[in-house]
């Protein structure tokens, strides 16, 4: 899958349609009914970035990303499972004395794979929540002076219960404008939970998923997203609703510019998913609330008035104007 232009090709595009449409199939077949959130998720992995989900227990986020592992043949997955009793160690892993060798030997902890599942993330202490963040950012892993690069691609979902406080570690603002995106599952609708139960009476689906792409092929689709075109006009947009969080009376801290790039990457990824080699407004509408939510503090007015960011940033996308349709396209 080649680049050849500065603007996506018609057949990288094809190629990147097909691999998103093959792996949005294949976890369709376990996930039930959240298409548009597991869109989302492919976004991310398109754009080698991070995913929080923030819901209650028993909403398909462990199942979830263990349907994306399996949906891509040679990636490795694994899990940590958070506690208070976590150390950094037991995820970066640690160096151990061979007294054969007679020489420490480092063996790496589940950190290094290619896809992570961070369970239930804020009940790990911030210490060992730190030891994450360098992985997150850097994509590589620093024990006893020595910085180890973790494979590539590298996808670290976590999730977070938001109801249940006691005995957790609230996330700290720098670690939260790591992830790509939060996004919430919630509950399926009727239909889709009788489909589930049936799906599930017989047999589990999980052991029974065949990978649909490989990981060269993610590779491949990261590069081919950052050609999608993004003209002028709809750069100025993203970046007009940025800045609107910043001087909204409603946020006491906005999006910072790590923010805008995460939505100008994201608007890309999603529009190639869609199946178009250039953005237009409906994308980056689709993506401000799981791109800056997260990344936002509401002011001591909005808490106390009950008031959601995502209602705030709803808010701000009707209030700034939308580029006409004859500027988005090359």
Same mark, same amino acid.
């Given at each position: ?25 294949? $976890? ?16 991310? /992995? ?5 995913? !929080?989900? %923030? ?16 949906? $891509? ?32 030997? =480092? @063996? #790496?902890?589940?950190? =290094?794979?290619? $896809? ?17 963040? %360098? ?12 910085? @180890? ?33 939060? !996004?919430? /599952? ?10 589930? !139960?049936? @799906? ?5 689906? /999980?052991? #029974? ?8 092929? $993610?590779?491949? *689709? ?13 750069? &100025? ?32 990824? /999603? ?20 791109? *800056?939510?997260?990344? !936002? ?28 349709? %004859?500027?988005? &396209?090359?």
């Amino acid at each position: 899958m080649a680049i050849r232009s500065e603007q996506t090709s018609a057949s990288d595009l094809a190629v990147a349609v097909d691999i998103a449409d093959r792996l949005l199939a294949n $976890i369709e077949s376990v996930v039930q009914g959240k298409r548009e959130e597991i869109r989302l998720v492919l976004t991310a /992995l398109a754009c080698n970035g991070h995913v !929080l989900f %923030e819901d209650v227990p028993g909403t398909a986020k462990t199942v979830l990303a263990r349907a994306v592992s399996g949906s $891509i043949d040679g990636v490795v997955g694994t899990r940590i499972q958070c506690t208070p009793d976590l150390q950094p160690t037991d995820v970066t892993g640690l160096s151990v004395y061979d007294q054969r060798s007679r020489d420490f030997e =480092f @063996r #790496e902890g589940p950190i =290094f794979a290619n $896809i992570v599942l961070v369970d239930e993330i804020n009940r790990a202490m911030p210490k060992t929540q730190s030891a994450l963040l %360098e992985a997150m950012a850097e994509r590589q892993v620093t024990v006893d002076g020595v910085t @180890r690069v973790v494979p590539h691609p590298f996808l670290l979902l976590a999730t977070e219960n938001p109801i249940e406080y006691e005995g957790t570690f609230p996330l700290p603002e720098a670690q939260l404008d790591r992830f790509l995106l939060r !996004l919430s /599952l919630g509950y399926p609708e009727g239909d889709e939970e009788r489909t589930i !139960l049936r @799906r599930f009476r017989t047999a589990d689906p /999980l052991a #029974e998923l065949e990978p649909v792409c490989s990981g060269e092929q $993610i590779v491949a *689709l990261n590069t081919v997203i950052r050609h999608v075109h993004v003209s002028e006009p709809l750069e &100025s947009y993203i970046l007009a609703l940025v800045r609107a969080t910043r001087d909204n009376p409603a946020v006491a801290l906005g999006a910072s510019p790590r923010g805008a790039l995460s939505l100008f990457r994201c608007a890309q990824a /999603l529009a190639a998913i869609r199946g178009r080699n250039f953005v237009n407004p409906d994308d980056v509408q689709a993506l401000i609330v799981p791109v *800056l939510a997260h990344r !936002l503090m509401p002011s001591g007015q909005s808490r106390l008035r009950g008031k959601a960011v995502a209602d705030i940033l709803k808010e701000v996308i009707s209030r700034v104007p939308v580029p006409v349709e %004859e500027s988005w &396209s090359a």
